[in-house]
Structures are given as structure tokens and as C-alpha cells.
DNA sequence: CGTTAAATAGAAACTGTTTCTATTTGCGAA
DNA sequence: TTCGCAAATAGAAACAGTTTCTATTTAACG
């Protein structure tokens, strides 16, 4: 069941456009990360012509409202993945197949007390992220794609 | 004290060269992350000649080898920060100041089982970083620098 | 519809990083 | 100590992912 973006875009003042839509969805129909090129190259079959700008663009204004998540390959490029996963959690990724999965653990309570009583500093953020192989790559042997 | 980082490019195979025991020095005096640009900098300092390749191949070589660690910072440039601790443990970045303190705590052993155990998947790394602002940022309101 | 600010295309610029090649240098062997 | 050679480096150039810019198009609202 495709989710009805609208009021999502709405709430973060943006305009609800055929790009916007559409790049959601390509998001949401993958269980897999996605690079900005490859979204691109999937938005090119929607429309005739499409920059690549505007995916980043949108991609950005996305992560910023934190709608969609960045993640940190070990290549240093730009990743973006779309969990609809409400509650605070974090993600296992699969280094070779790309494919994204919830890790229901977060120890935040404990690093905020470490940090706020024993540095006397304060919380922004925090990464947590595992990457790794999947049951499925580990199983069988399936060779990496980009 | 100044340790001698001799034997620990040997231990990698790497020649003992001046300008890898000047960046690795460079970096031991610091309890700051700095950028390759920031290192190249204080290596021109040192050396009439030195080129920012040079720089960047060593730390790849130096980060390669687990003798200093990458920071991930939220503006995805490269940074670096050699810690002396040798059990495992995370970081506390201050993105104001760049100061990193040692944050032990890890909890990658209940990840591991959750990984192993509910997704049947392997983990190959894993990244636990808290950003934030330290205490003196927190008192002093410094101003951020690059 | 008409108005207006937001969104976009396409080109161009940017910037941190990597590659390339000729030259230099560390270091084990003689 | 000197030699020989693979490793390391400088400097220039290339690269690639990302961002900026400006004219044009479009969504939203009355
Ligand atoms: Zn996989
Ligand atoms: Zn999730
Ligand atoms: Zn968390
Ligand atoms: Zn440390």
C-alpha cells in the first residue's frame, strides 16, 4: 500500500510535486539504499527531462526534515533510504546487496548520562550504524553491486 | 612523551620516513580531529616541500592500518584524530571545537547477537559516534572554527 | 483564470580527493 | 660503507560527486 505523501510534504512546507512524489516512492518501493545517481536514473524513466540537481535537491530538503536517512558508506558517497519505521532505532546495512535492515537497539540513555554527568558536554546527535553482510549475501556468496 | 612511532610503521610494512613520523606527531599533539588540508598546513611548517597527495596517502595508510581513526563528521570531509587508547571504545566529538574525548561504551556485543541471531547476518563494522558540544563550548559559547 | 513565490533544467563551477609520472629516498644486501 | 631497487614523494593534472547559478516553468491560493 503506497502511502500518501501529501500531507508529509505538506507539514514540511514544501510543494507537493511530481518529482517529489515520485522520488518518495522509488524510496519507498526499495529495501535497499539508493544513491543519488541511481535514483536519478530511475526518475529518468518517469519523466523526459529530469535533473540531476533537483535530486539532490530534494533528497536534501528529505533528509533535512527527516523524513528519509543518510547513510554512511564506507565510501564516503551519499546514500539516502526511506523507513517508515516510526519509534527511534537504527540500521544494519548490507555492504554487498545494499539492502537496509531495522536494528531495534539504541543505547542512548546510557551515552547521554556518560556524556551530560561525565563530560559535562552535550548531545547533538549520535551515529549508530552496522554494516555488514546479510543472511542472504552470507549464504550465498552474492558478488557486490554498486 | 613522544613515543616512538618506528616500530609501528614497521609493523606495517610502511618505510620510516620523515614526513610519516612528522604527520603521525602532528597528530599526537592533538586532542582535536583535524582535516587533511589543516595537517598538510602544519607540515608545509616542516618541511619546504610537501605535497597535499602526500598527506592523504598517508593517512589512508595510517586509517588502514587502525593507527588513527576517521571522524564522521556531519559536512562528510575526511578527519583525522590519533587516540592512544588501545581498548576498544567510541567518540565524543565536540563539532564546535573539534575537541574528541573517549566515550567507553560499546555495545556491540548485543548488537552482534541481534545481528547473528535475529537477522542471521555477519558484522563487519560497526560506527558509534556522538556529536555534540563539550563542556567547555557548552560554558564558554565558543565560536566554531574550521 | 491570474498572480506569485517556489521549483526546476541545464550548464557551469566547485572542491575535496585521487591518479599519474618523473624523481627522490629509505633500507636491506653486498 | 656503498649499491641497487622497490617504496615514497612532488607537482601537475584529472576526477567525481556535489553545489551553484539563472532563466524558465509550475504549484498553490484567491
Ligand atoms: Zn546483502
Ligand atoms: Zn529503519
Ligand atoms: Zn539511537
Ligand atoms: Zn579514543
Given at each position: 500500500m503506497k502511502p500518501d505523501f501529501q500531507p508529509l510534504l505538506k507539514s514540511l512546507s514544501l510543494k507537493t510535486t511530481p518529482k517529489r512524489i515520485a522520488l518518495l516512492e522509488i524510496l519507498d518501493d526499495e529495501k535497499v539504499y539508493l544513491s543519488p545517481e541511481a535514483i536519478w536514473k530511475k526518475m529518468q524513466k518517469l519523466f523526459r527531462s529530469i535533473g540531476l540537481?533537483?535530486?539532490?535537491?530534494?533528497?536534501?530538503?528529505l533528509h533535512e526534515g527527516n523524513i528519509i536517512s543518510r547513510v554512511l558508506h564506507p565510501d564516503r558517497k551519499l546514500y539516502y533510504y526511506l523507513c517508515r519505521n516510526e519509534e527511534h532505532h537504527h540500521h544494519f546495512i548490507c555492504v554487498s546487496c545494499n539492502k537496509v535492515e531495522d536494528l531495534h537497539f539504541c543505547a542512548e540513555k546510557e551515552i547521554e548520562t556518560l556524556v551530560v554527568k561525565g563530560?559535562?558536554?552535550k548531545v547533538l546527535s549520535h551515529i549508530l550504524q552496522i554494516n555488514g553482510l546479510c543472511s542472504r549475501c552470507l549464504t550465498e556468496q552474492v558478488p557486490a553491486h554498486g
Open positions: 540537481p533537483t535530486v539532490y535537491r530534494i533528497l536534501d530538503e563530560m559535562k558536554g
